[in-house]
């Protein structure tokens, strides 16, 4: 069965250092999205991306996190000028051949750790 | 604005007994519900969903699901838990604005399950 795959699975940075999350999400998807779950918390939508742009955004998506679909098949979550409080799991996922309300399929995540 | 609410925290059953994670969930209009399941160190694994199809939702691994607009409700249900049934488990209400879709989590129900 298809998969989302995410890299790194562990990514540790130095506060203010820039980390750019990786997602191939399912191929035939149409609709791409990530979310975070900060330690102990509830999972939070960040932002979703379809037909090469930003759909919506939540008020965490500030003006340090950026999405970017490079190459057709990729999609990553760039976190600028890092902070501790964005020491989280982050989970990429897909979803919607036909429409958006197709069941999203998340990716195992990426926890990252800022020191 | 949609909502979903995980009425408990953590939840103990023996092996062998049934499993019941609870769920309410707000809505102005008919819901479309998920519920999702995490192992440590994995990613977010749809169990079920409904789409208002029909009331009672079948997943996988003997799961089910029943849509009750009178209550408000979704609950998980399972008639024998298994020991490989310990993990978190989401209800998922997905939510729209104008025509774009994401997920509201709840927080999560960590099931563990007694020998």
């Known amino acids: 069965e298809p998969e989302v795959t995410q890299t790194p699975s562990h990514q540790v940075t130095q506060m203010g250092q820039e980390v750019i999350l990786r997602c191939v999400p399912i191929?035939?998807?149409?609709?791409f999205y990530w979310y975070r779950q900060i330690l102990g918390q509830k999972v939070e939508f960040l932002v979703s991306?379809?037909?090469?742009?930003?759909?919506?955004k939540s008020e965490i998506f500030d003006d340090q996190f950026s999405v970017e679909r490079p190459d057709g098949s990729n999609f990553t979550l760039k976190i600028r000028s890092t902070k501790l409080e964005d020491s989280a799991m982050y989970f990429c996922?897909?979803?919607?051949?036909?429409?958006?309300?197709?069941?999203?399929?998340f990716g195992d995540g990426t926890r990252l750790s800022i020191l | 604005a949609q909502s979903v609410t995980q009425l408990d925290s953590h939840v103990s059953v023996s092996e062998g007994t049934p499993v019941l994670l609870r769920c309410n969930y707000s809505?102005?209009?008919?819901?479309?519900l998920f519920w999702y399941v995490q192992h440590p160190n994995k990613g977010l694994q749809l169990l079920l969903k409904?789409?208002?199809?029909?009331?009672l939702v079948k997943g996988i691994n003997g799961f089910e699901a029943e849509f009750k607009k009178s209550e408000t409700s979704f609950h998980l249900t399972k008639p024998s838990a298994h020991m490989s049934d310990a993990a978190e488990y989401f209800c998922?209400?997905?939510?729209?604005?104008?025509?774009?879709?994401?997920?509201?989590f709840g927080t999560g129900t960590r099931l563990k399950v007694l020998a």
């Open positions: 809505s102005s209009y008919s819901p479309s």
């Open positions: 996922a897909s979803g919607g051949r036909v429409s958006g309300n197709q069941p999203q399929h």
């Open positions: 409904y789409t208002s199809a029909a009331t």
């Open positions: 998922v209400v997905s939510t729209t604005t104008s025509g774009t879709y994401k997920y509201i």
């Open positions: 991306f379809y037909n090469n742009e930003i759909s919506e």
């Open positions: 191929s035939n998807h149409l609709y």
